[in-house]
């Protein structure tokens, strides 16, 4: 009996990176959080200042076409759910560093929408242009996001862009699960509705 307590105790035992908490990390969803928006999410940070933070959650694809959402853009594809403040706002993220009004969040990566990058995505212009939309994102209050650390509700992933736009987006959590270490591989044998258990 007390075998088993002591494996459920480490199983659901969850432990912190070292990565620190800044614009261009991740935070990887505790497999045991699950809260509706946020169950087996990746969430890229865009903003961590004082009085917020604020982020967009990369893999949750929806089925609204970006066409008939904004019929004023000829840009094929889907856009993604990144987080319920603000949903009927569009985020941009891509890798296109030509205008000076795009937040640079890593190598490569950058925030931001404007004039010239729908026309360059609607005429093809740079072959390499990798790009996705968002609706919506995650919001802290100052702290809060710390605390919900503190509660065992996210880990810290360092940047690795090929979670953005090289990975389908229902193999990315589990993708973010193994690049955190060998240390969370059991989290992969949670099933994804807890409740199952």
Not at 96 to 123: K, T, V, W
């Amino acid at each position: 009996m007390t075998e088993k307590m002591d494996f459920e105790k480490d199983f659901m035992k969850v432990k912190q990176t070292n990565n620190p908490l800044k614009e261009g990390c991740m935070l990887v969803s505790v497999p045991f959080y699950n809260d509706a928006y946020f169950h087996r999410s990746v969430v890229l940070l865009t903003d961590y200042q004082s009085p917020g933070t604020a982020g967009v959650i990369i893999n949750k694809r929806t089925n609204l076409t970006i066409r008939k959402t904004m019929p004023e853009w000829n840009i094929d594809g889907k856009f993604y759910f990144g987080g319920p403040v603000t949903v009927e706002g569009v985020i941009a993220l891509h890798n296109f560093c030509g205008s000076g009004r795009y937040h640079s969040l890593g190598e490569g990566l950058y925030a931001g929408i404007d004039p010239i990058l729908i026309s360059l995505i609607e005429q093809r212009a740079i072959v390499n242009m990798k790009y996705r939309f968002y609706l919506g994102y995650a919001g802290w209050d100052d702290g809060q996001l710390e605390r919900e650390i503190k509660h065992k509700m996210w880990v810290v992933l360092d940047y690795h862009p090929e979670l953005i736009f090289d990975t389908t987006p229902s193999k990315v959590w589990e993708k973010a699960v193994r690049l955190l270490g060998p240390e969370y591989s059991h989290w992969l044998d949670v099933p994804a509705d807890v409740a199952e258990n």
